[in-house]
């Protein structure tokens, strides 16, 4: 996936919410975007999923702009997990898999289990047919980021764009994600995900820095990584163990 060029300017705001990004994602890569509330984070995936048209500048799929594909094929092959992860009504099992006709049961458990969601969805009344609320409302924020997510890691995605998709998991919810980007790469997948929290910086491949609707850095995270993210929160320096077995 490119991006050359990326504005979006609306009316209304006079800065640009986006101003002349440009990046591309290798094949199998994990590209995490960090940068401050307002950065224009959301809004660039947006428009990745094809939800919201750029002002100027291109996107492309394979080399062909994303205008040129056929939408249907774009949502088999880009799954996109929204920031605020709603949920239309239908069961949990619909929910997963989307409008693909084709979807084996299977199909939705093995996308669950990658999302970590199978055990919270088989404690559920109903299970995989349990139905959920129009506004997702009968689930708790986590199970619903964990549904959306199983949505986003469905069938044969090539590209996965997650929105801030750990803000309310849990530490063994985050693992098993930080899994489930690994798993989804080792399969060819190329994920660009958005996040304010450092755990997803250790899965990246290269990150994205925006601030303010500008990119202010682009590149591998040792070259990139802010001060800020890269305070030390939960790895100390650990002495190494002694050499030639445990002392008296
Ligand atoms: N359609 C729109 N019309 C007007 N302003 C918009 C529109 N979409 C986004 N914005 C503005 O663009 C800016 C970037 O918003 P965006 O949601 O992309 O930020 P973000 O980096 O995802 O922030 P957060 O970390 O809080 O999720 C914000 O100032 C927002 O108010
Ligand atoms: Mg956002």
Redesign the pocket.
């Known amino acids: 996936m490119e991006v050359t060029g990326l504005v979006?300017r609306?009316a209304?705001?006079r800065r640009p919410?986006?101003a002349g990004i440009t990046f591309d994602c290798p094949p199998a890569s994990v590209v995490i975007?960090i940068?401050?509330?307002?950065?224009?984070?959301?809004?660039?995936?947006?428009m990745i999923a094809g939800l919201?048209r750029p002002t100027a500048g291109t996107i492309r799929f394979d080399g062909s702009a994303i205008e040129n594909w056929d939408p249907d094929q774009l949502g088999c092959y880009v799954g996109y997990l929204p920031?605020d992860a709603e949920l239309m009504g239908g069961t949990v099992a619909e929910a997963i898999a989307g409008f693909d006709e084709s979807a084996t049961d299977e199909d939705v458990v093995r996308a669950a289990v990658l999302a970590s969601a199978h055990d919270m969805i088989v404690s559920l009344p109903r299970g995989y047919e349990t139905e959920i609320g129009r506004d997702g409302s009968r689930l708790s924020g986590g199970q619903r980021q964990r549904i959306g997510l199983a949505r986003a890691f469905f069938g044969k995605r090539r590209l996965i764009l997650l929105?801030?998709p750990n803000s309310n998991l849990d530490y063994e919810g985050e693992e098993a994600l930080c899994d489930a980007i690994r798993q989804a790469k080792a399969r060819g997948a190329t994920l660009l995900v958005?996040t304010?929290r450092p755990r997803l910086l250790t899965v990246a491949d290269l990150i994205l820095f925006?601030r303010d609707?500008a990119q202010v850095a682009f590149g591998v995270p040792s070259e990139v990584m802010p001060q800020s993210m890269s305070r030390p929160t939960s790895v100390r320096r650990v002495r190494p163990a002694a050499q030639g077995g445990a002392r008296p």
């Open positions: 979006f609306t209304d705001v919410i986006l975007i940068g401050p509330t307002g950065a224009g984070k959301s809004t660039l995936l947006r919201a920031q929105d801030e958005a304010h925006l609707g």
